[in-house]
Structures are given as C-alpha cells and as structure tokens.
C-alpha cells in the first residue's frame, strides 16, 4: 500500500497515508461484493430483500474486516477482542447508515441510487475511523504519510547518544609506537657496540721523545753506567 500511496498525484501522497488508500481499495472491492451477493440472493435465490441485503452486507463486513486486519492495518491483537467490537460497530453501521439514513433520505425525495451512494461515503468515514481507533489500535505501520517531505526526513538522534568509536588511524596509533619502540630497542646495541668498545679500550702511550725534560735516557753501548749514590746511614 505504500508504494501506491507514493504515486499519489497532486501532492497527496504527503496528505493521505497509506492504511487509507488501502482500506478504500478493500472496501472497494468488498463494496462489489456486497452488491454481488445481494443480486445472487435477491435475483437468483428470490430471498426476500431484507434478508438478502443483511446477507450480502454481513459477509461483505466479515470479508472487509479478515483483510484489513491481515494486508491494510497488518495486527496482531485478540481476535477475541477484535472481532465482537468489529460486530459491534458493522451492527450499528448497519442500523444508522443502510436503514435509518437510507430510508431518511428516501423519504425526502432523493433517488435510491444517490441515496446508497451518500450513505456508503458516511458509512466508509465511520468504519475507517473505528477501525483505525477502536479495533486495529495496536498496529504502527500505515499510519503516517510517505510523500517526499515525509520520507527524505531524517529522525533526530536521541539526547545522551554518542557516536560509535571505530578503529581508524587514531586508534592504531598505539600500536605503531609500541612497534617502533621495539624496533629501536634491537638496533641500538648494534649502533652503540663499536663507540662503546672503543671507549672502554685504553689508548696507547704516545712514545717521547729521548731530550724531552725529566725522561730518564738508556745508556748507549759503551757508555759507562752513572753512579749511584750510596744511601747515608740515618737517613
């Protein structure tokens, strides 16, 4: 039903919603069925008139009822509740609209065939309000407009929600500082192994020269050795 009600010409698709335009196709077709039924009883069968019109009307109501509840409204309640008030009100719709408002008009003068048309566009208002308020009351979806200033509509995101955390560059960032981390901490004994090395190693002593002051020079071949002062005693 909501991909007729879309199609709506004249910007009606963002006025009438789409359990509407379902329920005048089902009473449409349920509104042929009751005048059907009423020529097979009446014409064919020759049931009296009363008994054939609450006939055809009372199957017609129970047909219209099975598959709004199922295709148009789509509920779920009780049909032990929903079935007795569904009887309930195609009683009084009966008793208000094709006897009483009927006949009323009739007896003002005005054509049979206008007179049914006028009360089978009261009856339709009458039953589409209970239907949609007092039986099917529990169903969620139909109830709105699906024209375009309807459906381009984006809901508001409820007060307090936050943004879902995805796993982006933010996030992995951790992770390549860890491995970084540990990347270094192998190749810096290799970079810092030679210097070390190097620096705990001693150098070697420069040599010096032989005249350098206060170098005590090597006797040459053939040179005697200097004397060695005697130690004095008591010093």
Request: aromatic share 8%.
């Amino acid at each position: 039903m909501a991909a007729i009600a879309e199609r709506l010409p004249f910007g009606l698709s963002g006025v009438i919603p789409p359990n509407v335009v379902g329920y005048v196709l089902i009473n449409l077709c349920t509104f042929c069925i009751d005048l059907g039924l009423l020529t097979l009883f009446h014409g064919v069968f020759k049931v009296i008139a009363p008994v054939a019109v609450t006939l055809s009307y009372g199957i017609a109501c129970l047909v219209s009822y099975a598959v709004n509840r199922i295709l148009n409204f789509r509920s779920h309640g009780a049909l032990g509740t929903q079935l007795p008030l569904s009887v309930a009100i195609f009683v009084v719709n009966y008793l208000v609209f094709l006897l009483g408002m009927f006949e009323g008009l009739l007896a003002l003068g005005v054509e049979y065939q206008l007179a049914r048309l006028l009360c089978a566009c009261c009856e339709g208002v009458f039953l589409y309000c209970c239907m949609r308020w007092l039986v099917f009351r529990d169903a969620s979806t139909g109830n709105a407009p699906v024209g375009p200033h309807h459906g381009s509509a984006v809901p508001a995101e409820p007060a307090g929600a936050t943004a879902p955390v995805t796993a982006g560059p933010a996030s992995a960032e951790p992770a390549r500082t860890e491995s970084a981390r540990t990347e270094s901490a192998r190749t810096e004994p290799a970079r810092t192994g030679p210097a070390s090395a190097g620096q705990a190693t001693a150098e070697p002593a420069a040599p010096q020269p032989a005249n350098a002051p206060g170098a005590a020079s090597a006797p040459q071949p053939g040179e005697p050795h200097p004397a060695v002062p005697a130690r004095r005693e008591g010093a």
